[in-house]
T-cell receptor, first 119, second 113 residues
Framework: AQKVTQAQTEISVVEKEDVTLDCVYE???????LFWYKQPPSGELVFLIR??????QNEISGRYSWNFQKSTSSFNFTITASQVVDSAVYFC????????????????FGQGTILTVHP | NAGVTQTPKFQVLKTGQSMTLQCAQD?????MSWYRQDPGMGLRLIHY???????DQGEVPNGYNVSRSTTEDFPLRLLSAAPSQTSVYFC????????????FGPGTRLLVL
């Protein structure tokens, strides 16, 4: 069975600090996708990034960057120069096929990391 | 596009009552799904549908029914609510049954007394 572990339950930083959110996953599939979602205090889930298992290039989007390492089964997320608006719960998720392998849609989520950025 | 919409936003039920959580999307997405979010457990898949007339169970289907009569709508039914079903429910959709990104609705907060 697939599993996603976000070992950091809560992180607290001061504005402008860099912060890295860890995500470790387990899967027996050779083809899979990894996702990060943000859940701000308002409660909705906001998609941040999707990465497939064959693409190990790191990605940068503004202050956000992602480091995917298949060798350690990790997909870590770094926020550079954090801001108060980054305060949210962040979820890492892994996509797997259904039992018959005919569809992909089940997301296995980690427990989430609560990030608080203080002014 | 309104994206994925869910109603109601918040609901209080008594044990044994029934209700339907509504989910609709206007993006012509084939794939729709329901998740529940509980503290410290992330989100878990309840049911999903790969198209109109086709539904299947996810990880935690007990106590919930679904149907998909149209592409746009995917309601989740609680036939006899239990306190263990107190949770936040999210509906999601994506284009088809492949590996595309799922987009989530705003959620429904349900309290069962």
């Amino acid at each position: 069975a697939q599993k996603v572990t976000q070992a950091q339950t809560e992180i607290s930083v001061v504005e402008k600090e860099d912060v890295t959110l860890d995500c470790v996953y387990e899967t027996r599939d050779t083809t899979y996708y990894l996702f990060w979602y943000k859940q701000p205090p308002s409660g909705e889930l906001v998609f941040l990034i999707r990465r497939n298992s064959f693409d190990e290039q790191n990605e940068i989007s503004g202050r956000y960057s992602w480091n995917f390492q298949k060798s350690t089964s990790s997909f870590n997320f770094t926020i550079t120069a954090s801001q108060v608006v980054d305060s949210a719960v962040y979820f890492c998720a892994l996509s797997e096929p259904n039992a018959g392998g005919t569809s992909y849609g089940k997301l296995t989520f980690g427990q989430g990391t609560i990030l608080t950025v203080h002014p | 596009n309104a994206g994925v919409t869910q109603t109601p936003k918040f609901q209080v039920l008594k044990t044994g009552q029934s209700m339907t959580l509504q989910c609709a999307q206007d993006m012509n997405h084939e794939y729709m799904s329901w998740y529940r979010q509980d503290p410290g457990m992330g989100l878990r898949l309840i049911h999903y549908s790969v198209g109109a007339g086709i539904t299947d169970q996810g990880e935690v289907p007990n106590g919930y029914n679904v149907s998909r009569s149209t592409t746009e709508d995917f309601p989740l039914r609680l036939l006899s609510a239990a306190p263990s079903q107190t949770s936040v429910y999210f509906c999601a959709s994506k284009i088809n049954r492949g590996q595309e990104t799922q987009y989530f609705g705003p959620g429904t907060r349900l309290l069962v007394l």
